[in-house]
């Protein structure tokens, strides 16, 4: 499944003799693009051959499996409705065009080139910001351990709605304040709960006052966590050859529901409003800049880049798959999936709106609320409430575990890429490493069960999702559009697809991703906020520190690994990239040259009679 680390000191180099490739001993090679790194190696018994996807339309499932997740059912509709309804899709698409689909294909491209996970791929393409890589592993797996505390809370509410009456309906349960519990909606009345909130609040979470009250263990929710898990191992512990096959159906069953939901829901009273309102257009807020980050934020969090798991699972597919193909599908099915979640969940809004005679706006909500506590009730007022109930909590758990599937494919993967062979010997199969990184995903995912772990869970997700990712976004486009290079990005892709990338791609890599990018970040940073939880908990000042601390344990790797890569070569900073120099001298056509006794020198020739021997590896 992995190569090896060993391949960064290869020792084979190729030459051109009467249009003939072959091997000769060379000088070890540490550079970016090397070709011999990119071989299966054998070590002692162990076959380091790398795993590929079955058919190309499991690497497709995969991929919009990901990326269409939780986020596209209560964080798109709501973003979209609070940010200028169908003026928000303005800022949207332009982010999605200028930004998501160029980067995607930047992703796919790095991975499927290299045939290596995030950290090894950009080490090779860009050595001084080989620490991006290891961060985007960072984030991905911090990230995936309160991920799948999600897949708890629906395999929760999904065993619950088997019921003859939801628990949630109702306020006489031992859970319920009586005297502050309202069925339905309690509008204006701030101290009022709704019933199905009070069961979200007191019978799932048992959530305490705040988060320096962690409270014991909720044990039911701990077996929960353990379940979640297992399916996650029993789904990938084959690698891409098992998620490759349930693909087939966690990717395309939330569409079947979406689909289902929508019919029925435009029948019911109301619905027309809910949908009205969520895209009607609010033009003036278009002048406001967080309304284009918001934009932006999405687009990033939405399709995964800067996650890493968009290049780890490029890099089993075929050496000319079109991914470019590919990546159009992703993108825009991952945009048209939120649009219809959209419509979904707020015709649903509507008619909840037309029972209780209240506002739309009383109700729309964002976050987990949407979809553990709006459509709970929801489904208490809906025609079938027994069927519609288990059919929704399940395809949340299709759309959790995609994402799930990715992100810890993406630690196996580094794994493997790093020291496959030598912890492969000890662990002897590549099932009981899966095993053991679930199980440590497992482990950190416990403070999340605890009464109090609402609050980290909100905590881990606001300093993850939201500050860290920004900057990885930031120093990987820097790192792959403009220090490797528009002209080097352009020869990958001429190599795997036979043609170069258009202007649109090209513009995009070498000015406008870049700089939409940067102002993102910044404008994060200008408009920062800290972390809160609902409309009234403030976290305290050493919980912020420690939101920082999650923050830093993926970015520091970024200047962690410049440094190691400035002390391991010498000359200064611009010398020690004595690769750039090399490799555009190689690039003006001297294909006979590949070596130079400089540590660190680029000696793999990139003219174009090198495309079809590529195209064979």
């Known amino acids: 499944m992995g190569v090896g680390s060993e391949n960064a000191a290869s020792t084979t180099k190729l030459s051109i003799r009467h249009g003939l490739y072959k091997e000769e001993t060379s000088i070890a090679l540490k550079a970016p693009l090397n070709v011999e790194g990119m071989l299966p190696k054998k070590v002692g018994h162990v076959t380091a051959e790398r795993a590929i996807w079955g ?5 497709v499932l995969a991929s919009v499996g990901y990326a269409v997740g939780l986020g596209n059912v209560w964080r798109f509709p ?3 409705y609070r940010s200028g309804g169908g ?8 982010m999605l065009f ?10 796919f491209a790095i991975g499927q080139y290299t045939r290596l996970g995030p950290v090894h791929a950009l080490a090779k393409i860009c ?16 990230l995936c351990t309160y991920y799948n505390v999600l897949m708890c809370w629906a395999l929760y509410y999904f065993f619950n709605s088997f019921r003859a009456t939801f628990p949630w309906q109702s306020c006489n349960n031992t859970w319920n304040a009586v005297g502050n519990c309202s069925i339905g909606f309690p509008g204006n009345t701030t101290h009022l709960h709704s019933a199905s909130q009070q069961y979200f609040d007191h019978r799932l979470l048992e959530i305490t006052n705040g988060i320096e009250e962690a409270g014991g263990l909720r044990w039911e929710l701990f077996g929960l966590l353990i379940l979640a898990w297992v399916i996650v191992y029993l789904c990938i512990f084959k690698g891409v050859k098992s998620t490759g ?8 069953f939330p569409y079947f529901m979406l689909f289902v939901l929508l019919i029925n829901n435009v029948q019911l009273p109301g619905a027309k409003n809910g949908m009205l309102y969520f895209l009607k257009p609010k033009w003036s807020k278009l002048l406001d800049v967080q309304v284009w980050v918001n934009a932006a934020a999405q687009v990033f969090n939405s399709i995964g880049i800067g996650f890493g798991t968009m290049i780890s699972m490029a890099s089993y597919n075929k050496f000319n798959n079109n991914i470019l193909r590919d990546t159009l599908i992703v993108s825009l099915a991952n945009s048209a999936t939120s649009i219809l979640a959209g419509f979904v969940i707020f015709s649903a809004i509507g008619y909840m709106a037309h029972v209780h005679n209240l506002p739309v706006d009383n109700i729309a909500t964002d976050g987990p609320g949407l979809v553990f506590v709006v459509y709970p009730e929801v489904f208490s007022t809906m025609p079938l409430p027994q069927l519609w109930a288990p059919l929704f909590f399940f395809m949340l758990l299709c759309l959790g575990l995609d994402s799930q599937f990715a992100m810890v494919e993406v630690a196996v993967t580094s794994i493997m890429d790093g020291c496959g062979p030598k912890v492969l010997r000890v662990l002897k199969r590549q099932e009981i490493i899966v095993l053991t990184v679930c199980v440590i995903g497992f482990l950190l995912g416990i403070p999340h069960i605890t009464k109090g772990g609402m609050y980290v869970f909100q905590l881990m997700d606001h300093y993850t999702a939201v500050v860290s990712l920004m900057f990885l976004a930031f120093f990987e486009v820097l790192a792959v559009c403009w220090v490797f290079g528009l002209r080097r990005m352009t020869i990958v892709i001429k190599r795997m697809l036979g043609k170069a990338p258009n202007i649109y791609f090209c513009s995009c890599w070498m000015f406008f991703s870049p700089v939409l990018v940067m102002c993102i970040l910044i404008s994060s940073i200008v408009q920062y906020t800290p972390a809160r939880y609902g409309k009234s908990y403030t976290y305290p000042v050493w919980a912020e520190v420690v939101g920082w601390g999650i923050s830093l344990v993926s970015i520091i790797w970024i200047p962690l690994g410049a440094l190691h890569e400035i002390c391991r070569n010498k000359g200064t900073l611009i010398e020690s990239d004595s ?5 555009e001298r190689l690039n003006r056509g001297d294909c006979e040259r590949e070596s130079d006794s400089t540590e660190g020198t680029v000696c793999v020739c990139v003219c174009e009679r090198e495309i079809s021997h590529m195209a064979v590896i």
Do not use: D, Q, W
Request: with cysteine; proline share 5%.
């Open 55 to 59: 058919r190309r339309i499991e690497f």
């Open 78 to 80: 709501y973003l979209c």
């Open 87 to 94: 003026a928000f899709l303005i800022p949207y698409f332009l």
């Open 98 to 107: 200028l930004c998501g689909i160029p980067l995607l294909f930047m992703e």
């Open 127 to 142: 050595p001084l910001f080989k620490g991006v890589g290891i961060a985007t592993v960072v984030i991905s797996f911090v």
């Open 245 to 252: 096959k349930v693909v087939y159906f966690t990717a395309t």
């Open 579 to 583: 690769t750039v120099r090399e490799r």
